[in-house]
């Protein structure tokens, strides 16, 4: 008899333990439901105490998506010339800041290139970073300077490389070989 009743006492004390662990559930009086505890079942016909444990899985704070970088940030980190930052008071497209266009832009002034003005550097000049608020925006100003240049002839040829809202610009004056480079570094740091 003495089994049935330490039984008793060891499932009491369980409960208790579980009861107090629990914290402040949901009693209908304006209490914090509980997310998970430990419950215990009441001892079966044999005298033994039978657990049911119920876990949760914590909830994660949701972290915000990264903002893209600025465009001057992505063309120091690439380290292949000079970086030439636009304002939008110097930007010669006067589109930086408008609505649907970049809202960043700089020139990587590479010694391979030639280069017009380097006061004012063109993308034939090296290379041209551009942020936009959306990879549609991005995409679109590629499509819309690659249809320009596909006659080719006096506007030159350009190498553009698309990462999520960010546009890279390289001067078709520069090898494929060299544009992969360009290609490679900015996808590495863009992203």
Same mark, same amino acid.
């Given at each position: 008899?003495?089994?049935?009743?330490?039984?008793?006492?060891?499932?009491?004390?369980?409960?208790?333990?579980?009861?107090?662990?629990?914290?402040?559930?949901?009693?209908?009086?304006?209490?914090?439901?509980?997310?998970?505890?430990?419950?215990?079942? +009441?001892? #079966? &016909?044999? %005298?033994?105490?039978? *657990?049911?444990? $119920? @876990? !949760?899985?914590?909830?994660?704070?949701?972290?915000?998506?990264?903002?893209?970088?600025?465009?001057?940030?992505?063309?120091?980190?690439?380290?292949?010339?000079?970086?030439?930052?636009?304002?939008?008071?110097?930007?010669?497209?006067?589109?930086?800041?408008?609505?649907?266009?970049?809202?960043?832009?700089?020139?990587?002034?590479?010694?391979?290139?030639?280069?017009?003005?380097?006061?004012? +550097?063109? #993308? &034939?000049? %090296?290379?041209?970073? *551009?942020?936009? $608020? @959306? !990879?549609?925006?991005?995409?679109?100003?590629?499509?819309?300077?690659?249809?320009?240049?596909?006659?080719?002839?006096?506007?030159?040829?350009?190498?553009?490389?698309?990462?999520?809202?960010?546009?890279?610009?390289?001067?078709?004056?520069?090898?494929?070989?060299?544009?992969?480079?360009?290609?490679?570094?900015?996808?590495?740091?863009?992203?």
């Amino acid at each position: 008899m003495s089994r049935i009743k330490a039984g008793w006492a060891v499932t009491a004390i369980v409960i208790a333990v579980v009861v107090a662990s629990c914290g402040s559930g949901s009693d209908g009086a304006g209490g914090t439901p509980s997310t998970g505890g430990t419950t215990a079942a +009441p001892p #079966t &016909a044999g %005298g033994t105490a039978s *657990e049911s444990i $119920a @876990t !949760a899985t914590p909830v994660q704070p949701s972290t915000p998506a990264p903002k893209p970088k600025d465009a001057a940030t992505i063309a120091k980190a690439l380290g292949l010339g000079k970086v030439h930052v636009w304002t939008e008071e110097t930007d010669p497209n006067k589109l930086l800041g408008r609505p649907g266009s970049y809202t960043s832009a700089a020139t990587v002034i590479d010694p391979r290139a030639s280069c017009d003005d380097p006061k004012e +550097p063109s #993308t &034939a000049c %090296g290379a041209r970073i *551009e942020v936009f $608020a @959306t !990879a549609a925006q991005a995409k679109k100003r590629s499509a819309y300077i690659q249809g320009i240049l596909e006659g080719g002839g006096a506007l030159g040829t350009e190498y553009h490389t698309l990462s999520g809202g960010v546009l890279l610009r390289v001067t078709g004056e520069l090898t494929p070989k060299q544009a992969a480079v360009y290609a490679a570094k900015f996808t590495r740091v863009s992203g």
